[in-house]
Each structure stands twice: as structure tokens, then as C-alpha cells.
């Protein structure tokens, strides 16, 4: 796919430049925001200068070589922000996705050309000529980390927890599921309502790891403290903001490739910091680096940066009718920007994409108008297309909409440094537009709960993305969407995911995904702002690291070099 750098002749590069001068007054350089990375971005044909290029070639890691590792050693990562809950039920993170991939295993997983690809099943789903019955052939022989046994039975009691568990973010994401039946010990049959083509790829993530029914049913709500499931690695313990430490399980089936003795995920949130950790050695690998940081890093003889385009997409969410929390019905907030489309289309318009990719993130990320990457197989022209940056237009919108302005509002975002980054050039940008952009930072933990209690008029913040669009909208715009803390209910959106989720045809689906982005630009509850890269540092003292497009940073099979 062709793609376009911004000319340092054009109307985008001079505002760009505007805004690296606003940055360097406030002290601000040019950073990345967090664990959610880019692919190659085409031309808009909204004018907004949507081609960008990533800089570098994807470089995922390679398993490590058994003759190249020795077995034993304790590895520390660093992770950008706090994990939420361990329950893969209740889980929202993309860094409890970090940790899970260690002591979770899934019945699907995804490769790095992010093709599905099994883990705990044996094979691809089978599905009955109607669709509404797919049959899932699972591992014999395979033991929790308690020591119970994996079968049938187990997934079946999983899947139906994640579908009746108050509060699971699952519900959503796993469909019209009327029955879970264990036809044997190695046969799951699941009979839908109705056809739904995401399944399978719903179950390469957090719905499709397998918990201990025995340590589920012990700890009830507070499965989180010590979760048990299938894996290289089992829970040792927590220490709330500072570090996750997990050992090795005797029980993994294949405990055999599994060379570490133990992994610690320690918390630093700055990623300047981080990068320090990871040139004197006292962490191993670090996730989310800077923008600013990966030149000088890739000059480190004794590191290495992966890198990979990511499904995903960072944006900025508008709390239209989340009042009393994410699970309950939307209804309509008193507020302008709630109330009335015209106020959020403003704010889109009075956002120049392409000046946010190139000044603030070294051209590391690409610009994104739509939850569909554009090296997706249901990605499309229409799907790409992206609503120009037009202040003026932005101010017109304001004066229709009948408010005040500059029009007052209030941002939360997270408190590290890169996303306050990101939120003051935001800042910055949407004042031309009309706009009095405050901003609020919080802790990511506390960001997750106001974002769920409905506690914003608007949020900063990502989704890691996954191979099935249907995971990237439905749960954030569709009504009653496990993750659709804008409180945003369209009859119309509703009626076209319905019908992309039912059909197997990837060209009516990518037809029906264009109409839903259209939908989307007009009513605005999520605006898509950039993609990033996921950029991930590894000490050349540890082999056997991978990161691929669905942005979870593999370890648990890595290994200390010899």
C-alpha cells in the first residue's frame, strides 16, 4: 500500500510546526502515548492528510532456540501502565493482556501475520451448514495450574462464567451464545441464537481463556487475587502499583520449552525511565517506548527494538448517555457536547491528524479516522476516509450548535507523561477551533473506573485492537456494548453490525463496516485520532521475545542467552 509523507510545503506541515513551537514553550517533546500501535496508512480523500509513514520495518522477534538459552534466570519486564484486574472475565487492559499471555492460554491464538491459530483447541472451529452450531475440539491430557484437569467441562463452565459473571466485558464481545455443551471430554459444542462470524476470533482473547472451575467457584468475585488458569506460568503475587511476579507451573503441558524460572512485571510509568531501566540492564524488556527514545535505543549495541503494526487505535471517547454506569441503559446527558452531534463534529474538524503524527510522534505512528486498520482484509476506501482538519469549519459548527465559545470541556486522561503529552497538544490544537480544552489527569487504574461509571464528559484513551473488526466497534458503539462507556445507542449502527455479524461473506462485511464509519463521522461519539506502532525494547541478554499486530508482548517462552 502506498504511503504518503506530509509535504514540509503544505498547510498541514505549517500548523505542525505551530504546534512543535507550542510543545517546546510548555516543555514538551515529541513522544509516543501507550501500547497501541499503527500499520501503513493510505491517502485520505477527506484531505486530512491521512498518509503517514511508520518509520522502520516490522520486526516481531523470533522463538528462541533451545540450543541458544539456558534454562533458568528471573526476567523483569516493564510495564507502562498498571494491569486492572487478573480475571480475564472482568479484564479491560492491554497490560493484563502482558501478564495473561504468560499463565492464560486461550483456545485460539493469533500468529504474526495475525491469522488465528490454536492454543488450547486442536483445531479450527467447525460450523454447521445454518452457522449456528460450531463445534471446538480441545487439548486431552492438560492440567490448570492447580493441578485440576482441563477438558470440555472446564471450558464449558468458563465460557457460560464469562456470559453470566455481573460486570464480565465478555458478554458482548462472545455473541448470541444459547447453550455451552461439553459432548465429550475433548468436544465443545456451542449452539448460538443466530449466526455470529466473530466468534472465533473473540476466542483468540481474554473469552477464550480457560479458568479453574474449581478455583472460580473458591473464590467467587475475587478470582482476580489469584487467578488460575492453563500456562507456562502461574500467579505468585501482586503488589498494588509496583509489580506482578509470576513462576514457573510444573504443571504446563509443555513445560519442557518453558525456560525462565520466573517473570516479574514491575510498573514504571515514565517511559524516559524506562528506557533507563532497559539500557543499565535492570529490567530486561520494556513495552510502550518512546517516540523521542527508539533512535537513541536502536544505537544500543546490547538492545533491540521490535516492532509491528498494530489493529488498533488511540481516540478520544465523548460521554453521551453513560449516567449510571457502563451496564446500565444509556440515557441522554444535559450537556452540549451529549446533547447535540454538531458540538462533536467540531471538535474533529478542529483536529489536524497528520500535525499530531508528524511533530509529536517522530512519524513513528500513522493517522487513523476509522477502528478498522487499513491493512485489514475488511478495510476499504470508505473506511479510511477521514473528515479534513478545518478550524474554521469547527467555529461555524459551535455558532449553529448555539453555544458558547470558546466552548468549555473537560478531558480525563492518564497521568504518565506521554499521555499528558498527547492531551496538551490536543490542547493546544482545538483551541483554533473554539474549544477550551480541559485537561484532568488521572491514575490509569482510576481511569478505568470513571471511564465505566460514567464519570467524564470526555476520555483519552486506546484500544490494542483485534483481527475481527467486530471487536474494535461493536463493544464501544453498539448499544449495550460491554466497552461502550460514550453511553451512544444508534438504531442504525445497531442494524448494521447486526447484519456484518451474521453474514461469512468478507466483502458484504467490508460494504457493511464502510456504511457503519460513515455513521460514525456523522454522529462523532468516538473520534479516531492516530495508530501507534508497537515499539518494544529487548536486552540482547534474553532471546525468544515476540510482539505481534495484536500488540501482546510475548516472553513466556523466552530464555537467557548463553
Known amino acids: ?100 499471555s504468560a499463565m492464560c492460554e486461550k483456545l485460539y491464538d493469533v500468529d504474526q501475520s495475525a491469522k488465528i491459530v490454536p492454543q488450547l483447541a486442536t483445531a479450527l472451529p467447525t460450523v454447521s451448514g445454518d452457522g449456528k452450531t460450531v463445534t471446538i475440539p480441545v487439548k486431552t491430557g492438560v492440567k490448570f495450574a492447580d493441578g485440576t484437569p482441563f477438558d470440555a467441562e472446564a471450558v464449558k463452565a468458563s465460557l457460560e462464567r464469562e456470559l453470566s459473571l455481573k460486570g464480565s466485558a465478555r458478554k458482548s464481545e462472545l455473541g448470541p451464545i444459547a447453550s455451552v455443551t461439553a459432548k465429550d471430554p475433548k468436544t465443545v459444542v456451542i449452539t448460538l441464537d443466530k449466526p455470529f462470524a466473530p466468534l472465533t476470533a473473540a476466542l483468540t482473547d481474554r473469552a477464550g481463556m480457560i479458568v479453574s472451575p474449581t478455583a472460580a467457584k473458591k473464590l467467587g468475585t475475587d478470582f482476580a487475587s489469584s487467578p488460575v488458569c492453563v500456562g507456562p506460568f502461574k500467579f505468585s503475587k501482586r503488589v498494588p502499583q509496583n509489580s506482578i511476579d509470576l513462576v514457573k507451573d510444573p504443571n504446563y503441558y509443555a513445560a519442557d520449552k518453558v525456560h525462565l524460572d520466573s517473570i516479574s512485571y514491575r510498573i514504571i510509568t515514565d517511559a524516559s525511565i524506562r528506557a533507563a531501566n532497559l539500557r543499565s540492564g535492570d529490567v530486561l524488556v520494556a513495552d510502550s517506548l518512546s517516540a523521542q527514545d527508539v533512535p537513541g535505543l536502536k544505537q544500543e549495541k546490547s538492545l533491540q527494538v521490535l ?47 497528520a500535525g499530531l503524527v508528524k511533530v509529536i510522534f517522530n512519524d513513528l505512528n500513522t493517522v487513523a479516522c476509522s477502528p478498522i486498520s487499513p491493512a485489514s482484509e475488511f478495510s476499504s476506501d470508505a473506511a479510511q476516509k477521514c473528515t479534513a482538519h478545518d478550524p474554521e469549519k469547527s467555529k461555524a459548527l459551535l455558532k449553529e450548535a448555539g453555544v458558547q465559545t470558546p466552548f468549555p ?46 464519570q467524564f464528559s470526555l476520555l483519552q484513551l486506546g484500544w490494542s485492537g483485534r483481527v475481527d473488526p467486530d471487536a474494535n466497534i461493536t463493544n464501544f458503539v453498539g448499544t449495550g456494548g460491554s466497552q461502550n462507556v460514550a453511553g451512544f445507542s444508534d438504531k442504525q449502527v445497531d442494524d448494521l453490525l447486526a447484519k456484518a455479524r451474521e453474514t461469512q461473506d468478507v466483502g458484504q462485511r467490508r460494504d457493511l463496516y464502510a456504511q457503519v464509519i460513515d455513521r460514525l463521522h456523522q454522529t462523532d461519539p468516538l473520534i479516531y485520532l492516530y495508530r501507534q506502532r508497537n515499539l518494544t525494547g529487548v536486552s540482547n541478554s534474553l532471546k525468544g521475545v515476540q510482539v505481534f499486530p495484536d500488540g501482546v508482548v510475548r516472553v513466556a517462552f523466552a530464555g537467557m542467552a548463553k
Open 1 to 100: 500500500m502506498t504511503v504518503r509523507n506530509v509535504s514540509t510545503s503544505s498547510p498541514a506541515w505549517a500548523r505542525a510546526r505551530a504546534l512543535a513551537v507550542v510543545l517546546a514553550a510548555t516543555s514538551l517533546g515529541a513522544a509516543g502515548c501507550s501500547a497501541v500501535g499503527p500499520s501503513a496508512n493510505q491517502a485520505s480523500p477527506g484531505g486530512a492528510g491521512a498518509g503517514s509513514s511508520a518509520s522502520g520495518a516490522d520486526s516481531f522477534g523470533s522463538p528462541a532456540n533451545a540450543g541458544d538459552v539456558k534454562q533458568g534466570g528471573a526476567l523483569v519486564m516493564a510495564l507502562s501502565a498498571e494491569p486492572d484486574k487478573l480475571d480475564p472475565a472482568l479484564s479491560r487492559s492491554l497490560y493484563s493482556r502482558y501478564v495473561f
Open 409 to 454: 470541556i473537560e478531558m480525563i486522561t492518564s497521568n504518565n507523561p506521554d499521555s499528558l503529552r498527547l492531551a496538551q497538544a490536543l490542547q493546544s490544537m482545538v483551541k483554533e477551533g473554539g474549544f477550551d480544552l480541559k485537561i484532568k489527569p488521572v491514575e490509569y487504574a482510576s481511569l478505568l473506573d470513571q471511564q465505566d461509571q460514567g
Open 307 to 353: 516492532q509491528s503494526q498494530s489493529l488498533g487505535y488511540q481516540g478520544v471517547t465523548f460521554n453521551i448517555g453513560n449516567t449510571n454506569g457502563v451496564d446500565a441503559p444509556p440515557q441522554m446527558r444535559n450537556a452540549p457536547e451529549a446533547k447535540d452531534p454538531r458540538v462533536r463534529q467540531a471538535f474533529e474538524y478542529a483536529i489536524d491528524r
